[in-house]
């Protein structure tokens, strides 16, 4: 690693001292796949870095395409994976410490994609608030706890006792499953995915949960999406993940209202605008190269960035601070944000 | 001119189990005109019935769909096609591939995983074309694909060895080739990233151009309607509930239901309150009785939970479905009938 890497490195982390309720600090997964000669690797998730800081709720999407690691970044701070290196703090305290211990189990919550697969079909959808609360030794509040946390999201006990998932709605099943986390009453969620398979109608719903929790409970989110829109309308700070690695972070209005990272700028105009007046006109290229992007050298962008330079092929990009924001490219190495973009 | 009309179509799932008989009603009584060289856009959530819909107007009728009513009629250049009247899979076979044409969704489902994709061509042109390899099926397929910005290589390749968005583009030429009349498209841009899924819009539009056929697109993402159709129907619940040009429909939405759709919609850029609708959509094997969404509406009236509202045409070309359009209409009506007098 050169000593660039490393100075950029230090650059990201969060210049304040308060306390973090969770730090990462360039956390890597490497998969290998195969056996011998046949062998290879796929850098899953490439030295990401960020925080979320004790005492001040928020949401933090980590957004990008499907094979961009951000799943597998959920993974690794759920403890469903370990990391091959870096550093994952909860509350100061080192993961490989707490995995599997119940104060961390019960203090960081998941939330998955698809609800129908969340629970298990032949199992009543009740049994699962049971469980949690024996789980977590507060069965004797029984009942008042469940009933409170299904209230949260608009359900009530008397809605899913004694239903089996498949006699539910999806979005009423994927709200069970947010106020099933929230019985621990954890300080950090971790949703990957939450809304995509729920109807378009019943969306805003769920979506609206996220917030209303961060406001009224001051539980902090990681919201883990591919869609945009929800991300800007819901977040606090955004990450945008390419091929494994982080090539820009910060708030949401900044990062998105004027993208900088020449692949954040594509992603934005990629997502299509309800509006029949405002359709795309420019043609895009199409890439057939999407597989080949992990294993580019230097910039994982460089093979498709319409602003590609003799550098960006060779030598992996820091992270340069502007405009109140962190972004992995050269273009704006001076720092002022007056580069060619 | 129209290509295809729908007349009061009623197709609906009917199973039995121990002698009791149950009625999907998937489509009940669904009216439509699609003119030749369009985009006609159909909108809907899951379980809406508006596969159904495609399956029936494509003839694909298999127990336990059974079509009950209505009239499916294409009017190709030289000939007419009822295509409920027809009987044989060989009069089927024909029509379908050549004269109309599917986009499937899922397009790891479609293309046969231990096959080469130069398999695949081989069998449609094949069957319809009865071209069998040699130097004329390389001339017709590379002409196709190369004009699809596809390479000729990935002819050899398996499908596992491509990208979901290059199988897509591969299921998309595969569809094409025949250069159909009427192509359906079944959530062509479904599970695909954002990127590539303004690709494969991109890809469609330059079809539409070259070939000339007209298209029906079937998503429930209003945003890529906003962005290809020309004219669009939201369906609810088995029936269509408003249809009009897209620029109308987005500006100016009749159906309370399509007015929540909209609204609900995060966009770019906009931080405001977004709400979903209360409730979510009925179950098609016992759907509310009048119009099917008064249960969710905000403007229902006494009326609604006991008659169904037709669609009628309040504007050029805009039709709705709801009783608080009545009004305008019944005006118009006795204007004329006071003329009279």
């Not at chain 1, 707490?98 to 079909?121: A, H, I, S, W, Y």
């Not at chain 1, 509040?141 to 006699?167: Q, W």
């Not at chain 1, 499953?177 to 971790?190: F, K």
Request: net charge neutral; aromatic share 6%.
């Amino acid at each position: 690693m050169s000593k660039l890497e490393s100075s950029a490195r230090t650059t990201i982390e969060t210049k304040s001292n308060a306390q973090k309720l969770l730090q990462v600090k360039n956390l890597t997964k490497v998969f290998t796949k195969g056996q011998g000669l046949v062998r290879s690797t796929i850098l899953a998730v490439n030295d990401v870095s960020f925080s979320l800081e004790l005492d001040r709720p928020e949401i933090f999407t980590v957004a990008g395409e499907s094979g961009s690691g951000k799943s597998t970044v959920a993974k690794l701070i759920l403890g469903f994976e370990v990391p091959t290196s870096g550093i994952i703090q909860y509350k100061g305290e080192e993961l490989s410490t707490l995995r599997g211990k119940k104060e961390f189990m019960k203090d960081v919550q998941p939330v998955f994609q698809n609800p129908f697969e969340t629970f298990n079909p032949l199992k009543k959808v009740e049994s699962y608030f049971h469980e949690t609360q024996k789980n977590f030794g507060m069965s004797k509040k029984n009942g008042d706890v469940a009933e409170r946390c299904l209230e949260l999201v608009g359900l009530s006990f008397r809605e899913i006792s004694g239903k089996y998932p498949n006699e539910m709605s999806g979005g009423q099943l994927q709200r069970a499953s947010i106020a099933r986390a929230l019985i621990t009453n954890p300080s950090l969620l971790i949703v990957d995915e939450p809304v995509s398979m729920i109807d378009a109608s019943l969306r805003m719903s769920v979506i609206n949960l996220f917030k209303k929790f961060k406001e009224e409970q001051g539980v902090s989110i990681i919201y883990i999406t591919h869609d945009l829109a929800t991300a800007y309308y819901v977040s606090d700070r955004i990450s945008i993940m390419l091929r494994g690695q982080i090539v820009e972070i910060g708030s949401v209005k900044k990062v998105l209202d004027q993208p900088l990272h020449p692949y954040t700028q594509l992603l934005k105009s990629s997502v299509p605008l309800p509006d029949p007046a405002n359709r795309w006109t420019k043609e895009i290229a199409l890439s057939d190269m999407e597989a080949k992007e992990y294993g580019q050298k230097g910039c994982k962008f460089s093979g498709r960035c319409p602003h590609v330079m003799e550098i960006c092929r060779v030598r992996e990009p820091d992270y340069f601070e502007v405009d109140e924001r962190y972004v992995k490219c050269y273009l704006y190495e001076s720092g002022s944000g007056q580069s060619a973009v | 001119m129209s290509i295809l009309s729908v007349e009061n179509l009623k197709a609906h799932y009917v199973t039995e189990k121990r002698r009791k008989i149950t009625r999907v009603l998937a489509v009940d009584g669904v009216t439509f005109h699609i003119n030749k060289n369009e985009i006609y856009g159909i909108a809907g959530e899951s379980g809406c019935g508006k596969s159904t819909l495609l399956k029936a107007i494509s003839g694909l009728i298999k127990p336990p769909l059974q079509v009950l009513e209505g009239e499916v009629k294409y009017h190709f250049d030289d000939r007419e096609l009822d295509i409920l009247a027809l009987r044989g899979e060989k009069e089927r076979r024909e029509i379908r591939g050549a004269r109309i044409s599917h986009i499937p969704q899922g397009s790891m489902s479609v293309l046969n995983p231990v096959r080469r994709i130069r398999k695949s061509f081989e069998d449609i042109v094949g069957t319809h074309l009865g071209i069998r390899g040699g130097s004329e099926f390389e001339e017709l397929v590379k002409s196709h694909i190369e004009a699809l910005g596809l390479d000729w290589n990935v002819m050899h390749s398996f499908p596992h060895q491509l990208s979901g968005g290059m199988r897509q583009r591969i299921t998309i030429a595969l569809a094409t080739i025949l250069k159909p009349d009427v192509i359906f498209a079944d959530e062509p841009t479904t599970a695909l990233d954002v990127v590539v899924q303004r690709g494969v819009v991109q890809l469609i539009k330059k079809i539409k151009q070259e070939q000339q056929n007209t298209l029906v697109i079937v998503t429930h993402d209003l945003a890529i309607h906003a962005n290809l159709c020309d004219r669009l129907a939201i369906m609810y619940a088995g029936r269509i509930v408003e249809e009009a040009n897209v620029q109308d429909m987005f500006q100016t939405p009749k159906h309370p239901y399509t007015e929540m759709l909209l609204n609900s919609l995060p966009t770019l850029g906009d931080r405001s309150v977004r709400e979903s609708a209360p409730g979510a959509p009925p179950s098609l094997v016992n759907p509310p009785s009048g119009c099917r969404f008064h249960p969710r509406c905000p403007k229902v009236m006494e009326k609604c939970r006991l008659e169904v509202p037709e669609l009628i045409e309040v504007e050029s070309g805009h039709q709705v479905a709801c009783f608080l359009q009545e009004g305008r209409v019944y005006e118009q009506t006795r204007e004329l009938g006071a003329n009279y007098h």
